[in-house]
């Protein structure tokens, strides 16, 4: 079930696959993207994502109700859509710079498209993949298009119904991709670990048989990496250089060194998973800590075995302690010194 986006191995067998999210974060300046991108790189990940759209692709200039954020709750509350993608966008003529700096860094660069021509832009500059936002995935002519470049297609599941989802996978897949992975999302901002319900992966993977990730918008890389030990292989998260500093995500955005967190503590969730075996991988020398029985007092032959001059101690190179109550009263053959490890031939008659 390996997929290769750019050079890179995704997989149930490799590390996860770790995404910086930009969004908004850039706060307007190409050279704070830039050092985003530098400091994802450092952090360890494995590709860099954007967003490509205009205020005018995602939406209209009007201040109607409808186009107003009415929940009290939200980060952006009272901002029309308009004034919030305009000021969130990427602008498309910093793509290619920023695309070019993450090469430098040997990850991957790609981004969420929201309309048809920014599939066509994002096809001149040869992007790795695609990634389909959670409240895009009703929009099977975008899925349909995204599809049909062959490239591998990310889709976050966000508040989708499962009738939803079905739609957007055979969407996808009837257009031709081949390489496709579901991402748990829950479209909160940010979200609260109750909210996460990581379980659905699991029944994501087995109902459409593909690899499943998590686009996380929590707090903190403890939601994330549960995500990994529940079987996901991709993790996208927003990146910020500074909480502190504002921007319109990086509330719920993770800082580089947090970034960095998560890849160690990803990889180490991944390859702590194991296998269900009962083998011990302890080395002899650790063994031979373990408690044994051993010969307390120097004793002759004929002797009989008791409470007195035998004993469970440390190291290991005697016979189990359970055996103990069994050798209780038998004798043994012949002299033996204080501090011999019991064992079966010590015995009379064996």
């Given at each position: ?7 890179t191995a995704v997989g149930p067998d ?74 969130a966008h990427t602008p498309w003529e ?182 269900a075996e009962y083998h011990t991988s ?69």
């Amino acid at each position: 079930m390996t997929i290769r986006i750019g050079k890179t191995a995704v997989g149930p067998d490799h590390d996860p696959y770790v995404i910086a999210e930009l969004s908004g974060n850039h706060d307007g300046s190409l050279d704070r993207a830039l050092a985003i991108v530098d400091a994802a790189a450092a952090a360890g990940v494995q590709a860099v994502k954007l967003q490509t759209y205009t205020a005018d692709t995602m939406t209209l200039d009007v201040d109607r109700e409808e186009f107003l954020i009415s929940n009290p709750d939200s980060l952006w509350h009272g901002r029309t859509l308009y004034d919030l993608y305009e000021e969130a966008h990427t602008p498309w003529e910093w793509h290619k710079p920023i695309m070019d700096r993450a090469k430098s860094h040997g990850i991957d660069c790609f981004s969420s498209p929201f309309d048809a021509s920014a599939v066509d832009f994002l096809e001149s500059l040869d992007v790795p993949a695609y990634k389909i936002a959670s409240l895009e995935i009703t929009d099977i002519p975008l899925i349909e298009r995204v599809a049909a470049t062959g490239r591998p297609v990310i889709i976050s599941t966000g508040i989708a119904t499962l009738e939803e989802i079905d739609d957007a996978v055979n969407a996808a897949r009837t257009a031709g991709c081949q390489d496709l992975i579901l991402l748990k999302c829950t479209s909160s901002y940010p979200t609260e670990p109750d909210d996460a319900h990581l379980r659905s992966m699991g029944d994501l993977r087995d109902r459409y048989g593909c690899q499943v990730g998590l686009s996380d918008h929590t707090l903190g890389i403890g939601v994330p990496v549960a995500a990994i030990v529940l079987g996901a292989t991709v993790i996208e998260k927003h990146i910020t250089l500074d909480r502190s500093g504002g921007g319109v995500d990086a509330a719920f955005s993770l800082e580089p060194d947090e970034f960095a967190s998560l890849v160690i503590e990803g990889s180490r969730a991944r390859r702590a998973l194991g296998s269900a075996e009962y083998h011990t991988s302890a080395s002899e020398a650790t063994r031979s800590r373990r408690r044994s029985l051993y010969i307390t007092e120097d004793l002759e032959a004929g002797a009989e075995l008791s409470a007195d001059n035998m004993r469970s101690i440390r190291p290991g190179l005697g016979l189990p302690p359970k055996h103990y109550s069994s050798l209780l009263g038998r004798r043994v053959g012949g002299d033996v010194p204080r501090g011999t490890p019991v064992t079966w031939d010590l015995l009379e008659g064996e």
